[in-house]
């Protein structure tokens, strides 16, 4: 069974700056999340979705922060304008959804962001 | 607001010995409670726990959940260096929602 998929691994860009990524979850995953892991500490939800409807999107800046899950399946997280303090691991997990399970969740290799 | 807390933050150790780390939550729907290892970024799963007084256990790891007292605690016995990381912990609550703690630095030295 294929894992979760993120793209790209790495970037580095300035303040001001637009950054886009990439997650394709593992097929027939309904539930797809966002996280940002600042260094020493745990992962903060950022936006979780239920196929292509959102869940939760409580601690998302959406000033700057934008995600969009088209057709259900893969999803895209924008940044824009990017903040020094934007600087993180994203973390793109899934689950297979089954509502009221506590289903565990997948994670993909996330994407270091830099932002200088 | 959902709270999950782990403790130590960061643990230093030597090979061979065992160690306890904890989580407590307060959180409003719970559903169950995951333990997650991570070594560069990517968090895999170790555990998940949904009743009271179950030990889970692979290999040197356990875990055992508290739904009374609100918290669990993973223990790894005969520590390896491998088993440096960082451990995270995770309620999973109605709707699929994941809140993770702060995590527990473990570190083995040789």
């Known amino acids: 069974e294929a894992g979760v998929a993120q793209s790209p691994r790495y970037k580095i860009i300035e303040k001001r700056q637009s950054v886009a990524f990439w997650c394709n979850p593992i097929s027939g995953h309904a539930t797809l999340y966002w996280y940002q892991q600042i260094l020493g500490q745990g992962p903060k939800l950022l936006i979780q979705f239920q196929n292509n409807g959102v869940v939760d999107d409580s601690q998302l800046p959406k000033d700057r922060f934008s995600a969009e899950r088209l057709k259900g399946v893969d999803s895209t997280l924008k940044i824009q304008p990017a903040k020094l303090e934007d600087s993180a691991v994203y973390l793109c997990?899934?689950?297979?959804?089954?509502?009221?399970?506590?289903?565990?969740?997948?994670f993909g290799q996330g994407t270091r962001l830099t932002v200088v | 607001e959902d709270k999950v807390v782990q403790s130590p933050l960061s643990l230093v150790v030597h090979e061979g010995d065992t160690v306890t780390l904890n989580c407590s939550y307060e959180v409003t729907n719970f559903r169950s409670l995951l333990w997650y290892k991570q070594e560069k970024k990517a968090p895999t799963f170790l555990f998940m726990l949904t009743s009271s007084g179950i030990e889970k256990k692979s290999g040197r790891l356990s875990s055992i959940l508290d739904k009374k007292e609100l918290f669990s605690i993973l223990n790894i016995t005969a520590t390896q260096t491998g088993d440096s990381a960082i451990y995270l912990c995770a309620v999973g609550e109605y709707g699929n929602k994941l809140v993770f703690g702060a995590g527990t630095i473990l570190r083995v030295k040789s």
């Open positions: 997990a899934s689950s297979p959804g089954r509502y009221g399970r506590g289903d565990q969740a997948f």
